[in-house]
């Protein structure tokens, strides 16, 4: 089982960057996107599930960020618009093999994960 995610970046406050992540093809409930910011938590900002592609968001990210998924592809996206410095972090995505009882679940719900992309947001 293998997660490989890619896309990240510098970009200016205000700019876009589309995340990717690929699988290796395995059978997964969900996938999520997290983040973490140096001497903060890692949190979760979205998920999708495979099932019917519902997708949930944190607050933070809502309305900017969205995320969708490839099946044909084995990819789940992350497109984020109007990215603030706040959003400086690594990110990381993630695949669960079972629900959640929290809307986007958190860090100990993902079974697999993939390595990090640096997203760095400034001018």
Do not use: H
Not at 66 to 83: C, E, H
Not at 104 to 120: A, F, H, I, N, P
């Amino acid at each position: 089982v293998q997660l490989q995610a890619s896309g990240g970046g510098l970009v200016q406050p205000g700019g876009s960057l589309r995340l990717s992540c690929v699988s290796d093809g395995f059978s997964y409930q969900a996938i999520g996107w997290f983040r973490q910011a140096p001497g903060k938590e890692r949190e979760v900002i979205s998920c999708i599930r495979a099932s019917d592609d519902k997708a949930n968001y944190a607050d933070s990210v809502k309305g900017r960020f969205t995320i969708s998924r490839d099946g044909a592809k084995n990819t789940v996206y992350l497109q984020m618009n109007g990215l603030k410095p706040e959003d400086t972090a690594v990110y990381y995505c993630a695949a669960r093999n079972s629900a959640s009882p929290r809307p986007r679940g958190g860090v100990k719900d993902y079974d697999y994960w993939g390595q990090g992309t640096q997203v760095t947001v400034s001018s």
